[in-house]
């Protein structure tokens, strides 16, 4: 793979989870990284581990103003913005005959407009360059299967992917490239034991996935220097997305 050193990323979301892994690991390459997230004590804890050799920016992606001075502020500090890896989104559980109005409109706005409002700045940015560069946003596998109480977040991720693909058409012109990494179950305290143990059953690895698992990918995108994959929803799911996992081999 070729090499992440000096490269400029801008990690929205990217105070825990899947964003700071991401973070952490072009820190780690000798990337110049931004990182944005709403959550002020998640943010103080990386500036203090990383220090100079991250910014961190506070900001709601519900807002298009402080996206829009989140991505002013990167590029004030890094001289630019090579790649943009859109990783905000909460996923609650709720039976669609149940949910509210503003719970709907909460998966929405973070999930959905949030990612339209950073991928719209950070193309413009990207264009104003004409330098290329990558665009990377975190659906799930939940874009295409469906599960009980996931009906506003199966929705935004199937929201997510197609503005990944049409953004990708839009920007390939310009040498930028549009992708999106769609997760399996990835470690968090949140995992119930018995769902764990049934979902590994399902997954021929073996294993929930890591955050830093999905770093792995988005480093292998970012660092390859392609010019020819974008539009691309890539699963890192251990396999759970190649087919029916777990059933006995006979029929008998």
């Known amino acids: 793979m070729g090499d992440a050193a000096g490269r400029r990323i801008m990690v929205i979301g990217g105070a825990s989870g899947i964003g700071r892994a991401t973070a952490v690991r072009f820190l780690d390459l000798g990337a110049k990284v931004a990182v944005m997230d709403i959550n002020k004590e998640l943010l103080q804890r990386l500036k203090s581990k990383f220090s100079d050799q991250?910014?961190?920016?506070?900001?709601?992606?519900?807002?298009?103003k402080e996206i829009d001075a989140a991505v002013q502020q990167t590029v004030n500090a890094l001289g630019g913005i090579d790649v943009l890896v859109?990783?905000?989104g909460i996923f609650p559980n709720r039976l669609v005959t149940e949910m509210s109005e503003a719970e709907w409109d909460e998966v929405m706005d973070i999930n959905v407009k949030g990612a339209?409002?950073?991928?719209?700045?950070?193309?413009?940015?990207?264009?104003q360059q004409g330098t290329g560069g990558h665009i990377i946003t975190i659906s799930s596998r939940r874009y295409q299967s469906g599960r009980v109480g996931s009906g506003h977040y199966g929705a935004s991720k199937a929201a997510l992917v197609m503005l990944t693909k049409?953004?990708?058409?839009e920007l390939a012109p310009e040498g930028i490239m549009v992708?999106?990494?769609a997760p399996g179950l990835i470690e968090s305290p949140l995992i119930g034991e018995?769902?764990?143990r049934q979902y590994i059953q399902r997954v021929p690895v073996g294993r929930v996935g890591q955050p830093d698992d999905i770093a792995k990918a988005i480093e292998m995108i970012v660092t390859a220097d392609n010019t020819f994959l974008t539009g691309q929803v890539i699963s890192v799911d251990g396999g759970l997305s190649a087919g029916q996992y777990g059933l006995p081999f006979s029929t008998d």
Do not use: T
Request: with cysteine; net charge positive; aromatic share 8%.
């Open 54 to 64: 991250i910014v961190c920016l506070l900001g709601d992606v519900r807002k298009k």
């Open 166 to 169: 049409v953004l990708a058409m």
């Open 116 to 127: 339209f409002l950073a991928c719209q700045a950070v193309a413009k940015q990207l264009l």
């Open 86 to 88: 859109y990783s905000a």
């Open 179 to 181: 992708n999106s990494i």
């Open 194 to 196: 018995e769902y764990r």
